[in-house]
C-alpha cells in the first residue's frame, strides 16, 4: 500500500456474550470491567489510561511495548443507549504515524440468557502492516477475551 492510500473496509463480528444485555454493556461502560480484557499485552508499559465513557467523552490509551515502540488508541463517544447500543470513532498509532481510523457500532440483543453483540466496523486502514484482516482478526481475539472474562465473572440475569 502506498503512504497516500487508503483501504476501506466494513466487517462484523458477532459474539454470544454470558447473561443479558445490560450485564454484557457493563464490560464496555465500566473502566475496571472493560480493562479486564482489552489489557492484552502484560509486558507493555501504560504511559495514558483515560476513560470518558458518555456521549461526548473520549477514552485514550497509549503504551510503549516491550520493544520500544509507542503504540495508541483514541475514541470518541456519539451514541450510548444502556444495555442496547453504543457508537464510536477511535484511531489507532504507532508513533507519531496513525495506522488507522474507524467508526464502530456495538449492538446488544437478548437471545435467551444470553446477549448477542453484534459489532460492526467500518475501517479506513492507512498502513499496510494494518490490514483490514488483521484488524478484524486482532477485534475476534477481543472478543473472546471479553467472552472469557465474562464466564469469570458472576452473571446476573437481569
Not at 454470558?18 to 492484552?40: M, V
Not at 470513532?89 to 440483543?109: D, H, I, K, N
Not at 446477549?115 to 483490514?132: H, K, N, P, S, Y
Amino acid at each position: 500500500m502506498k503512504s497516500n492510500s487508503v483501504d476501506h473496509a466494513t466487517f462484523v463480528v458477532e459474539r454470544m456474550l454470558p447473561g443479558r444485555p445490560p450485564h454484557a454493556f457493563r464490560f464496555w461502560s465500566e473502566f475496571d470491567l472493560k480493562r479486564k480484557w482489552t489489557s492484552c499485552h502484560p509486558d507493555w508499559t501504560v504511559l495514558e489510561d483515560s476513560f470518558g465513557f458518555r456521549i461526548g467523552g473520549s477514552e485514550a490509551a497509549r503504551w510503549r511495548t516491550a520493544e520500544g515502540e509507542m503504540r495508541g488508541f483514541r475514541a470518541h463517544y456519539f451514541d450510548i443507549v444502556p444495555g442496547e447500543r453504543i457508537i464510536y470513532a477511535y484511531e489507532m498509532t504507532l508513533g507519531a504515524r496513525r495506522l488507522s481510523a474507524s467508526l464502530a457500532t456495538v449492538v446488544f440483543t437478548a437471545d435467551g440468557a444470553q446477549t448477542r453483540m453484534t459489532f460492526t466496523e467500518q475501517a479506513a486502514v492507512l498502513d499496510a502492516d494494518a490490514g483490514i484482516d488483521a484488524r478484524a482478526s486482532g477485534t475476534g481475539s477481543g472478543f473472546e477475551r471479553l467472552a472469557a472474562v465474562m464466564e469469570q465473572e458472576q452473571s446476573p440475569l437481569h
